[in-house]
C-alpha cells in the first residue's frame, strides 16, 4: 500500500514569491495534517483538513493556507515567502476519528516531506 | 495550553547500551493520547508507539519499552541494546481529545546517536 506521497520534494524559491506544495494521502485517508518543522520552532501544527473542510488550524499567518480536493489530496500555499519559512514542510494523513472518544487518538502516517529554502 | 517537553537535546551510546528517552507533557484535558515517533536521516517521521490518557500499563515491544506516569506526567521511552540503526531523532507529542480531530503537539526531538 502506498505511503504519503509529498511532491516536490525540494524546492528553492526567493523572497517575495509564492509556493504550493502538493500531498496525496494514503489510500482511504481522509484526514490530512500539515506541519513545519524548523531548527529552532521544532515541528509545529499548521492545519488540518477532513473532508474538503479546515478542522483545525494552528499560529500561523493567513499567509499559510491549504485546501483539500474530493479525493482527500491536500495543497498548501505560502505567499509573500520570507527567510523565516525556510522550513521542512511534512504532511500526514490518517483516519478520520469521529467523537470526542476518539479525537486525537488516531495515528498520523507522514510523508516524507517537502524542503523549502527561501532566498 | 498543551506542551511537551524533550530535555535531552543528544544522547549518545556505543551499540548495545540502553537508551532511555524523557517526556514530560502538560495538559489540561482528562483524555489525550502519548505517542513517540522516529524521525530517521530521510526526513519521514515513523510512527513507534501510542498510549492513551487511561491506560498507564508500562509494556515491551521488541527493544522498546515506555513508562507512562501519569503523577509526574512523563512518557519515557527506552531503546533496549541500541544498534546503530536506531540512530535517528525522536520526538514525543500530544494529542487532546477536545481538539475534535488530529492536531499533535511535538516536543523538541532528542538526536539518539548509537556508535558501533
Known amino acids: 500500500k502506498a505511503g504519503v506521497t509529498q511532491t516536490p520534494r525540494y524546492l528553492i524559491k526567493t523572497r517575495g514569491q509564492q509556493v504550493t506544495l502538493s500531498c496525496s494521502p494514503i489510500?482511504?485517508?481522509?484526514?490530512v495534517s500539515w506541519y513545519q518543522q524548523t531548527p529552532g520552532q521544532g515541528l509545529q501544527f499548521l492545519f488540518e483538513?477532513?473532508?474538503?473542510?479546515?478542522?483545525n488550524k494552528g499560529n500561523f499567518p493567513g499567509r499559510f493556507s491549504g485546501r483539500q480536493f474530493s479525493n482527500s489530496r491536500s495543497e498548501m500555499n505560502v505567499s509573500t515567502l520570507e527567510l523565516g519559512d525556510s522550513a521542512l514542510y511534512l504532511c500526514?494523513?490518517?483516519?478520520?476519528?469521529?467523537?470526542?472518544?476518539?479525537?486525537?487518538?488516531?495515528?498520523?502516517?507522514f510523508g516524507a516531506g517537502s524542503r523549502l529554502t527561501v532566498l | 495550553a498543551q506542551k511537551v517537553t524533550q530535555a535531552q537535546t543528544e544522547i549518545s551510546v556505543v551499540e548495545k547500551e540502553d537508551v532511555t528517552l524523557d517526556c514530560v507533557y502538560e495538559?489540561?484535558?482528562?483524555?489525550?493520547?502519548l505517542f513517540w515517533y522516529k524521525q530517521p536521516p530521510s526526513g519521514e517521521l515513523v510512527f513507534l508507539i501510542r498510549?492513551?490518557?487511561?491506560?498507564?500499563q508500562n509494556e515491551i515491544s521488541g527493544r522498546y519499552s515506555w513508562n507512562f506516569q501519569k503523577s509526574t506526567s512523563s512518557f519515557n521511552f527506552t531503546i533496549t541494546a541500541s544498534q546503530v540503526v536506531d540512530s535517528a531523532v525522536y520526538f514525543c507529542a500530544l494529542s487532546e481529545a477536545k481538539a475534535a480531530g488530529n492536531k499533535l503537539t511535538f516536543g523538541g526531538g532528542t538526536r539518539v546517536l548509537v556508535k558501533p
Open positions: 500526514a494523513s490518517s483516519h478520520a476519528g469521529t467523537g470526542a472518544v476518539y479525537s486525537g487518538a488516531n495515528v498520523l502516517t
Open positions: 489510500s482511504g485517508h481522509r484526514s
Open positions: 495538559t489540561r484535558d482528562t483524555t489525550y493520547y
Open positions: 498510549r492513551n490518557s487511561f491506560d498507564e
Open positions: 483538513y477532513f473532508s474538503e473542510t479546515q478542522r
